[in-house]
T-cell receptor, first 119, second 109 residues
Framework: NAGVTQTPKFRILKIGQSMTLQCTQDMNHNYMYWYRQDPGMGLKLIYY???????DKGEVPNGYNVSRSTTEDFPLRLELAAPSQTSVYFCASSYSFVWQGSYSYNEQFFGPGTRLTVL | TQLLEQSPQFLSIQEGENLTVYCNSS?????LQWYRQEPGEGPVLLVTVVTGGEVKKLKRLTFQFGDARKDSSLHITAAQPGDTGLYLC?????????FGKGTRLHILP
């Protein structure tokens, strides 16, 4: 198993350009997540998906879009890059389910990250 | 609004010393996880605690979940340089997981 893979590893964009960050997992996990991590900070949730065809906003969704057409893939789209989007982006997946009314979260597996700079 | 507060933000201590880092919230979480992240890599799960008052041990690391499931602590005994990294707590609430900002730990040889 490759786990969670992300491409590209590094990218430099000019203001106003667009790009797609790719994320693939081969563990048949139902949940997938996109986070950004700014220098010296923790992780902020951008978008997440509970399964194919279902996505929802996280804490910082503005300027991003996602889709989940398959269980394995969860691409993140930046339409008009801005310097504020300079960050390290992590994709993650987990198997989660509802038990006795509460979500039971198993381990989140993270990809290696994409370092994005917008100039 | 930062729902999970981690303290201290930074900690630099000598090898062999003991330390405790904290993860506090005013909200109740159904479970809480601790991750460690090394430079240039994604976080890796250390432990998940789900029951109020639960204590889990992982070699020299001891994790505790508060009785009210609002806070947690991580205690490291006899810290080693290999413990250096960013320690993140993450709480599960409704259908989301919320991360704290992390404690950056540096163990001096």
């Amino acid at each position: 198993n490759a786990g969670v893979t992300q491409t590209p590893k590094f990218r430099i964009l000019k203001i106003g350009q667009s790009m797609t960050l790719q994320c693939t997992q081969d563990m048949n996990h139902n949940y997938m997540y996109w986070y950004r991590q700014d220098p010296g900070m923790g992780l902020k949730l951008i978008y997440y998906s509970v399964g194919a065809g279902i996505t929802d906003k996280g804490e910082v969704p503005n300027g991003y879009n996602v889709s989940r057409s398959t269980t394995e893939d969860f691409p993140l789209r930046l339409e008009l890059a801005a310097p504020s989007q300079t960050s390290v982006y992590f994709c993650a997946s987990s198997y989660s389910f509802v038990w006795q009314g509460s979500y039971s979260y198993n381990e989140q597996f993270f990809g290696p990250g994409t370092r994005l700079t917008v100039l | 609004t930062q729902l999970l507060e981690q303290s201290p933000q930074f900690l630099s201590i000598q090898e062999g010393e003991n330390l405790t880092v904290y993860c506090n919230s005013s909200s109740v979480f159904s479970s809480l996880q601790w991750y460690r992240q090394e430079p240039g890599e994604g976080p890796v799960l250390l432990v998940t605690v789900v029951t109020g008052g639960e204590v889990k041990k992982l070699k020299r690391l001891t994790f505790q979940f508060g009785d009210a499931r609002k806070d947690s602590s991580l205690h490291i005994t006899a810290a080693q340089p290999g413990d250096t990294g960013l320690y993140l707590c993450a709480g599960a609430r409704d259908d989301k997981i919320i991360f704290g900002k992390g404690t950056r730990l540096h163990i001096l040889p």
